[in-house]
């Protein structure tokens, strides 16, 4: 069970986040661009309480909180927690919500389930992806220009959630839902996976066990390629890659689908057990080309205490000239700290996974010319 925040930290914390809205929305109300944002926002606090939004921060790393990153790349990021409806109104998760700098006059909102439990269940990789596709799904909601639709998407993410919930308590009460809180030991991968990326094992550290198949299938036309792990002072690292972009995809499609690609596949590798319960589970980074713009991103928020390891995974695949790849590293923690040498190991474990893919020798990663565009 999550132990709450004591008072003091949690009333400070309301505190710095209310205000800290309280002077963005008084930013934003300045700029005709952007006054429409300002009060859909303000129109949100009123719907669903004022404490109910945030402006967007990385997690904490080393005891210290960061600084708020809502308008990186002129996109507007905040936090909405939402209540599952009656008779579920203890459930809680937590949507974030990125406005492009075009939005709403030509661009659509997305929205992002941050949450990786609703109740005591386990969100899957369906749920992450059917959320996304909000604004782009015929199930979804309709997007017009110049229109502000992000509590018709909040509410409709609402009903895919209790409809999600609401289907796994009938499972567990039929008992079809069999969850196994024991210890589930990982053995030790001996040679490359299948394309789909399910390996023979993966790193338990001490202890071997039969492999178990990742439960969600990946989008379409996905195939990922992992390394034999590297093992050092009982700490070992996996590597994997893969293709995101295809010729049958427009250039024009590549950067948004890899926006929207990158976190279904995120999604699909956590809802294995054996790489979730990693100290360092996807620490990763992406680079993908168009035309002269190259696109590039990697893990702020999933380096899970390797500070800046997703950082570093960028800069090697702009070293190597590697384009319209994704790249993951899993690290598993043996219990002894490794200094420096975790960043060689993290790094040669997804070199490793791109020669195995055969991404290095592609002979498109050689036109890497023109400027960067980080997200």
């Known amino acids: 069970m999550r132990r709450s925040p004591s008072p003091s930290t949690a009333d400070a914390d309301n505190t710095d986040y209310a205000l ?6 008084a930013e934003l109300s300045q700029d005709p661009e952007r006054e429409a944002v300002a009060s ?14 945030r402006l967007w921060r990385p997690p904490l790393k080393n005891g210290k909180r960061s600084a708020s990153t809502s308008r990186r790349d002129g996109t507007i990021r905040y936090e909405v927690l939402l209540s599952l409806s009656s008779p579920h109104d203890d459930v809680s998760l937590k949507v974030l919500v990125s406005l492009p700098e075009t939005y709403p006059k030509s661009s659509p909102p997305q929205l992002q389930l941050l949450s990786k439990y609703i109740g005591s269940f386990g969100a899957d990789a369906n749920l992450f992806g059917s959320i996304l596709r909000t604004y782009i799904s015929v199930s979804g909601v309709e997007w017009l220009e110049d229109t502000v639709c992000v509590f018709d998407g909040l509410q409709n993410v609402l009903d895919r959630c209790v409809s999600w919930y609401e289907d796994r308590l009938s499972a567990e009460k039929a008992g079809e839902l069999v969850r196994d809180d024991g210890k589930e030991a990982v053995a030790v991968s001996t ?17 071997d066990s ?4 990742v439960p969600n299938a990946l989008p379409i036309g996905i195939h990922i390629y992992v390394a034999e792990p590297i093992t050092d002072r009982k700490s ?21 689908l890899f926006a929207f690609k990158v976190p279904l596949i995120l999604s699909h590798l956590m809802s294995d057990r054996r790489i ?7 620490i990763n980074a992406w680079r993908c080309q168009v035309d002269s713009v190259l696109h590039q991103g990697s893990s702020h928020n999933d380096d899970d205490g390797e500070t800046a390891a997703g950082g570093r995974l ?7 000239e590697v384009n319209d790849v994704l790249v993951i590293v899993t690290r598993y923690f043996g219990g002894i700290h490794l200094g420096p040498d975790r960043f060689k190991h993290i790094n040669q474990a997804a070199r490793n996974a791109l020669d195995l893919g055969g991404f290095l020798d592609a002979p498109e990663n050689k036109k890497n010319t023109g400027r960067v565009k980080k997200h």
């Open 20 to 25: 800290e809205l309280q002077d963005f929305l």
């Open 314 to 320: 960028a800069h090697l695949l702009q070293i190597l």
């Open 236 to 256: 070992a690292f996996v590597g994997r890659a893969c293709r995101i972009h295809h010729p049958s995809e427009t250039r024009f499609m590549c950067a948004e």
């Open 276 to 282: 979730s319960r990693a100290a360092h589970p996807i």
């Open 210 to 213: 039969a492999p178990a198949p």
């Open 40 to 53: 859909e926002i303000q129109v949100l606090q009123s719907i669903y309480g004022d404490d109910a939004i």
């Open 191 to 207: 040679r490359p996976v299948s394309p789909t990326g399910q390996t023979n094992a993966e790193i338990s550290g001490i202890a």
